[in-house]
């Protein structure tokens, strides 16, 4: 059964920064495009950033050139690095990952979500 656990969330004053990190585990053969989507309250889950299995990535316009994504392949798990954060950039955090899986072929998993709390 693969899984991806997030950690890193929480509660930080405008200004900021946090990381987060989300590892897959269990029984796959390969991680293609991982990355990270943010929904709000009232608000459908958006991307917030992106990168592929050979270090391609996308960033939404909003968090661009404060927030930086990146994978170590080894551990099969991507980060966030959160800078300049405000308090729009509060959110549950959701990890995503498109696994190959034997049974399944490539297959798209989801985090549990962390909250991500700016105050102002």
Do not use: H
């Amino acid at each position: 059964q693969v899984q991806l656990v997030e950690s890193g969330g929480g509660l930080v004053q405008a200004g900021g920064s946090l990381r987060l990190a989300c590892a897959a585990s269990g029984s796959f053969v390969s991680a293609n495009a991982m990355g990270w989507y943010q929904q709000a309250p009232g608000k459908q889950r958006e991307l917030v950033a992106r990168i592929t299995s050979g270090g391609t990535t996308t960033y939404a316009d909003s968090v661009r050139g404060r927030f930086t994504i990146s994978r170590d392949n080894a551990k099969s798990t991507v980060y966030l690095q959160m800078n300049s954060l405000k308090p729009e950039d509060t959110a549950v955090y959701y990890c995503y990952a498109s696994l190959w899986v034997r049974t399944t072929g490539w297959t798209d998993y989801w985090g549990q979500g962390t909250q991500v709390t700016v105050s102002s």
